[in-house]
């Protein structure tokens, strides 16, 4: 009776044979549903311009620990996969009754339908960056999209190739733009992912009726203003008195007194204190005396007695001025 085998586990290589027309692609660990034993099954893709016929390699298998529990080469015979085309999957390779941890393949010689033999042991292997995971609900909208399922990777460009969406990696030496594995293709899914991206930023942002908005108070047009001395004894308006404190009122009082000098000084208030202020700006001196109510001023009966008689003397000067005119006529 006829086993059938599941598929346990699979994983992608992590690097690639510089170069070379032949690369390995992933290994995948089958189940038996009868016997439970562990099938190793190598899967590679020809990216040269003829089809391949036939290909010998050596691979190495290791347990979870890093043991090797198995070193063999192994020939596929009997192929004609054309370029871009995946095969060996359907060859087990080796079969363990205990779980294996990871693979190890070297390429050692590719036969072309031309009946050339290559050398694939000149190839070097290069390791590669892990693709990039994408969240599971934007994973799941770029495979709706699309499409295609299984796209679970950020497609991106690298020095050494291409991931695609899906995992494959497409290195520099296999031309063109489409996945090999899943058919989608590398411009189409990036300008899809990132037209995706923008929109959930977008539905991320706020609209803009709904932004909070910052008031800002209207500019009043400028007014002509009337300058209107300030009282004696009140500090300019336009002038920022400092606070008062208790230890330094004395400094207080000196900077107020300082700017009086300066123009920022408060107008006095009745003629005595204007006469003050004036003498002390303009170095004007005058002597005053003081009289009270009852006594007047001497210098007010001098006006007092020229008002009185300078109209009948300024009289009689006229007329001996008009005798005067008449007699030497």
């Keep these: 009776m006829e086993e059938n085998f599941d598929l346990l586990a699979q994983s992608r290589a992590n690097y690639y044979t510089k170069g070379s027309p032949i690369q390995f692609v992933k290994v995948e660990l089958l189940k038996g549903d009868q016997s439970g034993d562990i099938a190793v099954c ?5 990216i040269s311009s003829q089809p391949v016929t036939g290909l010998l390699v050596e691979f190495k298998c290791k347990d979870r620990t890093g043991t090797v529990v198995c070193q063999d080469r192994f020939e596929y015979q009997g192929l004609n996969a054309a370029n871009g085309q995946i095969f060996g999957s359907d060859d087990a390779v080796y079969i363990s009754q205990s779980p294996v941890g990871s693979v190890e393949v070297d390429l050692l010689q590719a036969y072309l339908a031309d009946g050339t033999a290559l050398d694939l042991t000149g190839y070097v292997r290069t390791r590669l960056p892990a693709p990039k995971k994408l969240p599971e609900d934007l994973a799941r909208k770029l495979s709706e999209r699309t ?3 299984g796209l679970q990777f950020v497609p991106q460009v690298l020095d050494q190739g291409w991931y695609c ?10 031309s063109g733009v489409w996945c090999s594995e899943c058919g989608s293709d590398r411009i189409l899914l990036q300008n899809t992912l990132s037209s995706m991206l923008q929109a ?8 803009a009726d709904q932004q909070p908005t910052r008031m800002v108070p209207p500019v009043r047009p ?3 203003t009337r300058a209107v001395p300030p009282l004696r004894n009140q500090p300019d308006p336009s002038y920022d008195v400092p606070p008062l404190h208790p230890d330094e009122e004395d400094d207080a009082d000196m900077t107020l007194a300082d700017d009086r000098g300066r123009g920022h000084y408060s107008a006095p208030r009745g003629y005595k204190a204007a006469r003050d202020l004036y003498e002390e700006e303009d170095g004007y001196e005058e002597e005053y005396e003081e009289y ?10 001098i006006a007092e007695k020229i008002i009185r008689w300078a109209p009948p003397i300024t009289a009689v000067l006229c007329a001996i001025v008009a005798l005067i005119g008449f007699l030497l006529a």
């Design 222 to 224: 400028e007014e002509p």
């Design 292 to 301: 009270d109510d009852e006594e007047m001023d001497p210098r007010d009966v």
């Design 165 to 174: 969406a899906c995992g494959a990696f497409h290195p520099r030496e296999e």
């Design 42 to 46: 190598l899967s590679f893709k020809n």
């Design 147 to 149: 499409g295609k399922e």
């Design 200 to 207: 959930a930023q977008t539905a991320q942002q706020p609209a």
